[in-house]
């Protein structure tokens, strides 16, 4: 097989070759040329020392513990392809505290550098030159077969760094791929030392099979390997609860069919993680009411944002992120009966989420509909929720759209405060939505003086002339939002 790579990767791996090194792509690059995909980074391995490594391009930094040069491509045009990361071959020693290993080890050989990766598709190498291809584990038989297998023994591997369980993981969700039979009893075997992991690096892989195309399957195997119990148990507490008459499927089921659905829209992280933490409060909240004669969850968004708050926390997510996530769950119950709804219960909720969270509020409903089982993401009453949010956040046509105010015509004409002022407005807002060009303070100011010269009828003939016509234009701007949402 032979695969094109980036011109600033190709001569990253010549010059290391031309100076007599070995220099090959390894892990997540090769993985992801072979399998057609565009590598997210490059990663060079060598049997250059880190100090040779740097005196062969002329800017390069340390990058890491581990004697990674980061090589730099200042002209490069693609992200990726600014730093390729270059290290050098290396074995791990024991990993005492199944973090990280004790001491950092060079390698001479090739082979002892892909002992030391996770998984047989992240340690074969590739030389983008010659373009052979090392592969000690069968990994390209692996990805072939959409198989992620521990290199070597997966108890010791696992044993040696909990990460690799969220890792392995991760990449099933990823790729589509499952996990090899002992791999994965290994994985369940040694769930516990998730916990000796630091929680920035869980968050970041928790994150990406939030982010991957199937992270409804990949919660499910963080349940299944028992690894979610030190992630997210709160979302374990929804397995098995049945919910009201409306619903088919427990709280567990629906709450991952909704973060699905999102994923499935490409919505962005916070988006994903309030589909996935909506109904978070409901185990906790839920009571049988003899009336309804049905379960009821009240209070559930109120105790589901604090407990959302809460995981990310834990999670060390950013502020940001955390702040967000949590207005969404508080608010994801906003009530759409449309009889019932009126225009100042909409800015109520806009105000409540924040105007700037508002349409991803409607992205959150959307996925909880789908993961009720429900064929739309919105009908009618929604859409008619989303054009009255749109009315209530625009800049309604009024006077205060004018380049210049009350304040300025009275100084400019010397009036006093009374309806001639109210009037030259309106008179001024008709010529402006009569041509917008209008609207700057020396067309306006000259028209002023024009119209300070009418008298009290002919100024308020104008004045109502204007004001019909902002009727006029904000009706024709309703009508346009209502028909961008199908609606009456
Ligand atoms: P991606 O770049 O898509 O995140 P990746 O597999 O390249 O995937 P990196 O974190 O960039 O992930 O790691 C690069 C390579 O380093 C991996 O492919 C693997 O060979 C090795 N590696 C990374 N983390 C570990 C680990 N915890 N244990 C063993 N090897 C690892
Ligand atoms: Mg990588």
């Given at each position: 097989?032979q695969?094109?790579?980036?011109?600033?990767?190709?001569?990253?791996?010549k010059?290391?070759q031309k100076?007599g090194?070995?220099?090959?792509?390894?892990g997540?690059?090769?993985?992801d040329?072979?399998?057609g995909?565009?590598?997210?980074?490059?990663?060079?391995t060598?049997?250059?020392t880190p100090e040779?490594?740097?005196?062969?391009?002329?800017h390069?930094?340390?990058?890491?513990?581990?004697?990674?040069v980061?090589?730099?491509n200042?002209?490069?045009?693609?992200?990726?392809?600014k730093?390729?990361?270059v290290t050098?071959?290396?074995?791990?020693e024991?990993?005492s505290?199944?973090r990280?290993?004790?001491?950092?080890?060079?390698?001479e050989?090739?082979?002892?550098?892909?002992?030391?990766?996770?998984?047989?598709?992240?340690?074969?190498?590739y030389?983008p030159?010659?373009h052979?291809?090392?592969?000690?584990?069968?990994?390209?038989q692996?990805?072939k077969?959409?198989?992620i297998r521990a290199?070597?023994?997966?108890?010791e591997?696992?044993?040696?760094?909990?990460l690799?369980s969220m890792?392995?993981v991760?990449l099933a969700?990823?790729?589509?791929?499952?996990?090899e039979?002992?791999?994965a009893?290994?994985?369940?075997?040694?769930?516990g030392?998730?916990?000796?992991?630091?929680?920035?690096?869980?968050?970041?892989e928790?994150?990406?099979?939030v982010m991957?195309?199937?992270?409804?399957h990949g919660?499910k195997?963080?349940?299944?390997?028992?690894l979610?119990?030190y992630?997210?148990?709160?979302l374990e507490?929804?397995i098995g609860?049945?919910?009201n008459?409306?619903?088919?499927?427990?709280v567990w089921e629906?709450?991952?069919?909704?973060?699905q659905?999102s994923a499935e829209?490409g919505?962005?992280l916070h988006?994903?993680?309030?589909?996935?933490f909506h109904?978070?409060?409901k185990?906790r909240?839920?009571?049988?009411?003899k009336?309804?004669?049905?379960w009821t969850?009240?209070?559930?968004?109120v105790?589901g944002?604090?407990?959302?708050?809460?995981?990310?926390?834990?999670l060390?997510?950013?502020?940001e992120?955390?702040?967000?996530v949590?207005?969404?769950?508080?608010?994801?119950?906003f009530?759409?009966?449309?009889?019932?709804?009126?225009?100042?219960?909409?800015?109520?909720?806009?105000?409540n989420v924040?105007?700037?969270n508002?349409w991803d509020l409607m992205?959150?409903?959307?996925s909880?509909?789908?993961?009720m089982?429900?064929p739309?993401?919105?009908?009618?009453?929604?859409?008619?929720y989303?054009s009255?949010?749109?009315?209530?956040?625009?800049a309604?046509v009024?006077v205060g759209?004018?380049a210049?105010?009350?304040?300025?015509?009275m100084?400019?004409?010397?009036?006093?405060p009374g309806p001639?002022?109210g009037?030259?407005l309106h008179?001024?807002?008709e010529?402006?939505?009569?041509?917008?060009?209008?609207?700057?303070a020396k067309f306006?100011e000259?028209r002023v003086r024009?119209?300070?010269?009418?008298?009290?009828?002919e100024?308020?003939k104008?004045g109502?002339?204007?004001?019909?016509?902002?009727?006029?234009?904000e009706?024709?701007?309703?009508?346009?939002?209502r028909k961008?949402?199908?609606?009456?």
């Amino acid at each position: 097989m032979q695969f094109i790579v980036p011109k600033e990767i190709l001569d990253a791996v010549k010059t290391l070759q031309k100076a007599g090194f070995e220099a090959y792509l390894v892990g997540g690059c090769t993985r992801d040329l072979f399998m057609g995909r565009k590598p997210r980074d490059w990663d060079v391995t060598t049997n250059a020392t880190p100090e040779k490594i740097q005196g062969f391009f002329p800017h390069t930094f340390y990058e890491n513990e581990y004697g990674t040069v980061g090589v730099v491509n200042e002209g490069a045009e693609d992200d990726t392809l600014k730093v390729v990361e270059v290290t050098p071959y290396r074995i791990e020693e024991k990993y005492s505290d199944k973090r990280r290993p004790d001491s950092v080890v060079f390698a001479e050989k090739l082979e002892d550098d892909l002992k030391r990766r996770d998984f047989t598709i992240n340690a074969f190498a590739y030389d983008p030159v010659s373009h052979d291809v090392f592969d000690y584990f069968r990994g390209e038989q692996d990805l072939k077969d959409k198989i992620i297998r521990a290199v070597g023994n997966p108890k010791e591997r696992i044993g040696e760094d909990a990460l690799r369980s969220m890792r392995a993981v991760r990449l099933a969700a990823e790729l589509n791929f499952t996990v090899e039979t002992d791999t994965a009893d290994a994985i369940k075997k040694l769930a516990g030392n998730l916990e000796l992991i630091a929680k920035e690096r869980v968050e970041d892989e928790f994150s990406r099979i939030v982010m991957s195309p199937n992270p409804m399957h990949g919660i499910k195997l963080l349940h299944e390997y028992g690894l979610l119990q030190y992630v997210a148990p709160e979302l374990e507490e929804g397995i098995g609860v049945e919910q009201n008459a409306d619903h088919i499927y427990d709280v567990w089921e629906h709450t991952l069919r909704a973060l699905q659905h999102s994923a499935e829209r490409g919505w962005p992280l916070h988006v994903r993680l309030a589909a996935l933490f909506h109904d978070i409060g409901k185990p906790r909240t839920r009571e049988w009411s003899k009336e309804k004669n049905d379960w009821t969850f009240y209070g559930h968004d109120v105790v589901g944002a604090r407990m959302a708050k809460e995981i990310m926390r834990r999670l060390k997510y950013g502020n940001e992120t955390i702040d967000t996530v949590t207005k969404l769950v508080r608010w994801h119950m906003f009530f759409t009966d449309i009889d019932a709804i009126t225009l100042s219960a909409v800015r109520r909720l806009v105000r409540n989420v924040g105007p700037e969270n508002v349409w991803d509020l409607m992205k959150v409903r959307a996925s909880d509909r789908i993961g009720m089982g429900r064929p739309k993401e919105k009908p009618y009453r929604l859409r008619k929720y989303e054009s009255m949010i749109e009315e209530a956040t625009r800049a309604p046509v009024s006077v205060g759209m004018l380049a210049t105010g009350g304040a300025r015509v009275m100084e400019i004409t010397d009036e006093k405060p009374g309806p001639r002022i109210g009037w030259m407005l309106h008179a001024l807002l008709e010529d402006v939505l009569d041509d917008p060009t209008r609207n700057e303070a020396k067309f306006l100011e000259r028209r002023v003086r024009e119209l300070a010269a009418l008298t009290d009828d002919e100024l308020q003939k104008s004045g109502e002339k204007g004001k019909e016509k902002r009727l006029e234009e904000e009706e024709k701007e309703l009508a346009i939002i209502r028909k961008k949402y199908g609606v009456k």
